[in-house]
């Protein structure tokens, strides 16, 4: 079944065409109306990505002498990738604007199914121009003869194929992964190199070489990519066995569409009715069906609204250390505020003990594995650091369900705004949630710059004065995220006014001269001036919360966001 005609579509364009020449009115409006023409710059800026990659993978390439690392970055590339494609496909299965109207239509679930994974697969064709420019800035540096690049396609198209089954078994086997704080770490990645490229340049471009083997093995993004090799003057046939586990991959793409389509339903979701809420047991009126939801008397309601009882809350959860100090820390107002932003309570010291545990069991794996492999143990210690990390980053930013989108009457509104919450108050009680994890978080950053010292070299008392900084750094992040979360469910940047203007000159003054303390508190060696940097970045940071909340205060703009008009 299709969901359009093609023919039908044919026909109604050149019906159209034929009613507009026949009236001299419409022909005015049609010249009018295509005057106004839009161009978008995506696909300049896209192709404009495609050759920053080829130029990367030119640079290792030429830096290390040989096309195994470049390979291997090509895998990492794609590696990262991955956790973005997630996120897109997840929104286009089930949060796409297409769906409530397709939802209606009398059509099978599969058949929008089909739709909505065909508009995904049309969108990551990028990748593949990605894929194809990497592999062609190679095949110039290795000299490779023109027709023998003719080979760049499959195996381009192969590492394309092997990406996307990768994202299919993450969205079906692992749908619990942070994929949003993920992607976001890997979009930071770059701006990190850049700044700090000096320092960790070398080490990664030397680390890269020394383990591009067993990167090359444990990477199922660089098993096609492996392929290329095949293409020069003497090419070991060893690397054509990569092509079986790549196929194997690809093949998995049928069994996670069969796992997608069973649970892909359109169905009103009906919520049993509930019980009422009962002050005490006594006063509850039993029923003969033990399922039936248990109602009270007259007198026990009048009751319970005379003494204000329907005013109270569930108890929230204090069972951990953590979340004991944040109760102890608030007020009564911050109390009512951290209930509704929090209706679940939290798990914080749960989620720490969980971290440090990982982070224990994963270094003693990689500190073990340097027995057997140097290359293996440094990136498996790598990864025991940035997964925790992960994990803790996520519960020390997390903002509940304040900033959850709510859609209402053709606007986005968040749900903090339906109700009377300010922007101070709601900011406070979640800086008091990030910042009692504040200790914990500067173990953890310590420890992680300890390991770093060892596998580097560097001064270990630094390493630790470094692990500090950065846990003062994200606290003072905290405060940038709120005010980004706040922005994020208004108007504030959409209208072109002068206060707009001085708005937005001023946040981007404010975050360059944090950006600028944050660099040089982490790398001016002089310990006193690297800490007052800090103190300098932690006021520009309050700053930034103090001035915005200037403009939302003032009412400068709506709490909402409006739809993009689509013309």
Known sequence: MKLHSPEFERKLRRSVKTTIRRSPELKRE?????????????????????????????????????????????GIWLLGWI???????????????????????????????????????????????????????????????????????????????????????????????????????ITLSPFVFLVTRAFIGPALLAGLNASANTLQLILPTAWPMSLFRLLSPNPSWFELLFL????????????????????????????????????????????VDPDAPTRVGLTAIEEFIQTRGFLATAPWSKEGWLETRLWQWMSSQERKLAEFVFPNAVQMT????????????????????????????????????????????????????????????????????????????????????????????????????????????????????NGFKAAFFLAALRLIFVVFAFSSGTNDSSRLRSDTFLMIVMFLTLGSIFLGLAIAGLFVPQPILSLGFCAGAMVVAWLFWRAYGFFYDANRFDIMNLPKQQL
């Open 83 to 185: 956790s973005a494609l997630v996120q897109s496909l997840a929104h286009q299965l089930y949060a796409s604007s297409d769906l409530p109207a397709l939802s209606l239509l009398p059509i099978e679930p599969r058949v929008i199914l089909r739709q909505q994974l065909e508009k995904f697969v049309l969108n990551t064709t990028w990748l593949l121009v990605d894929l194809l420019a990497m592999l062609g800035a190679l095949a110039l540096f290795a000299e490779i003869p023109f027709w023998q690049c003719l080979a760049i396609i499959p195996i381009a198209i192969l590492g394309w194929l092997t990406t996307l089954a990768l994202v299919g078994l993450a969205i079906v086997y692992l749908p619990w992964l942070p994929y949003p704080l993920i992607t976001a770490a």
């Open 350 to 465: 749960k989620t720490w003990k969980k971290a440090f545990q990982h982070l224990s069991i994963g270094l003693a794996i990689g500190f073990t594995l340097r027995w057997v492999n140097t290359g293996l143990s440094f990136w498996v210690t790598g990864g025991a650091m940035l997964l925790p990390a992960l994990r803790v980053a996520a519960c020390f930013y997390g903002n509940g369900r304040a900033f959850h989108p709510m859609f209402c009457s053709g606007v986005n509104i968040q749900l903090y705004a339906v109700y009377p919450i300010g922007y101070r108050g709601l900011s406070r009680v979640l800086f008091k949630y990030s910042f009692v994890q504040l200790p914990l978080i500067a173990s953890f950053l310590i420890i992680c710059g300890l390991v770093m010292a060892y596998l580097f070299g560097w001064p270990f008392p630094l390493a630790a004065l």
């Open 244 to 287: 079986v586990p790549s196929i194997a991959l690809i093949f998995t793409l049928r069994q996670t569409y069969v796992r997608i389509a069973a649970g892909y339903q359109f169905s009103e979701t009906i919520q049993p009715e509930s019980s009422d809420i009962i002050p005490d047991e006594e006063s509850a009126i039993t029923t």
């Open 30 to 74: 049609a010249r009018r109306t295509n005057r106004a023409r839009h161009y978008s710059a995506r696909p300049l800026f896209r192709l404009a990505f495609s050759g920053v990659t080829a130029g990367l993978t030119w640079i290792i390439a030429q830096k290390t002498g040989y096309q195994k690392p470049a390979l291997v970055f090509i």
